[in-house]
């Protein structure tokens, strides 16, 4: 139930939403001062949430900055969170935006940092069909020479708290000891934290797929920029995710 009511949150809580309940408020609503506050208001959020300044400046301030593991120092697994591939119209697989998890994962496996690999994910969606994708990553990583007994799946989970849950057993079961290192994206690193602490779960954080421009600031980041305003859908829902996760 909690999976269902969290996925039609989302729909309320991205940007875009909030400026079409001003705009479309704006239309309809008679009363004038109330209908010219609420297109101002409109105007308003979209230059915000669109303007690369002010995006960056909240993206810098939220994510988990960089970890640099010892050198001297190799650990039991790796554990990276899903949601960093998509499924395709044919029922494949595909990497999208927060493919930098997989790079990460398969860079510290190859490189001997970590003994095993684990990948947690199943289907996400309100209207699952046959696409596992811890599965699919698993076809991934074969390419690359990954020996099967390096690699542990975890299919079932549909969300982070549930990645934690499904995720402990297989570790015990596996016998890997901890700490572990937690491959996620730096904006949902915090929350990604926090429900693995939660389950006891010993990790050491490697944040990775920065979304903020790590450049000097320009005269362009003041243009208002529409993949700026999607990216922002990234961050608000982990500042609710955050917030309902610490209140529960």
Same mark, same amino acid.
């Given at each position: 139930m909690f999976f269902f009511f969290s996925k039609i949150l989302e729909f309320f809580i991205y940007p875009l939403t909030w400026v079409l309940a001003c705009l479309i408020g704006g239309i309809f609503v008679k009363k004038q001062p109330l209908k010219k506050r609420l297109l101002i208001f409109s105007a308003v959020l979209l230059f915000i949430f669109s303007d690369d300044f002010v995006f960056n400046q909240f993206a810098r301030y939220w994510d988990t900055k960089p970890v640099t593991l010892k050198n001297s120092e190799t650990y039991s697994c790796a554990i990276v969170l899903g949601g960093f591939t998509s499924e395709s119209k044919n029922g494949d697989g /595909?990497?999208?935006?927060?493919?930098?998890?997989f790079i990460q994962g398969l860079k510290l496996i190859s490189t001997g940092k970590v003994s095993h690999i684990l990948i947690t994910g199943g289907n996400g969606s309100l209207l699952p069909d046959h696409f596992e994708e811890s599965d699919w990553v698993k076809t991934q990583l074969k390419i690359f020479n990954v020996p099967d007994s390096c690699i542990l799946i975890e299919n079932r989970s549909r969300n982070t708290i549930e990645n934690a849950a499904f995720t402990k057993p297989i570790l015990q079961k596996a016998g890997l000891k901890p700490p572990y290192i937690l491959v996620t994206s730096a904006f949902h690193m915090r929350r990604s934290l926090g429900i693995f602490k939660k389950e006891n779960i010993p990790v050491i954080p490697y944040p990775c797929n920065y979304l903020a421009g790590q450049g000097n600031?320009?005269?362009?980041? /003041?243009?208002?920029?529409? =993949?700026? /305003?999607?990216?922002?859908? /990234? =961050?608000?829902?982990?500042v609710v995710g955050t917030a309902v996760n610490t209140l529960r």
């Open positions: /595909f990497f999208n935006i927060c493919a930098d998890r600031t320009s005269p362009g980041d /003041f243009v208002p920029d529409a =993949y700026v /305003f999607g990216l922002w859908n /990234f =961050y608000v829902k982990e």
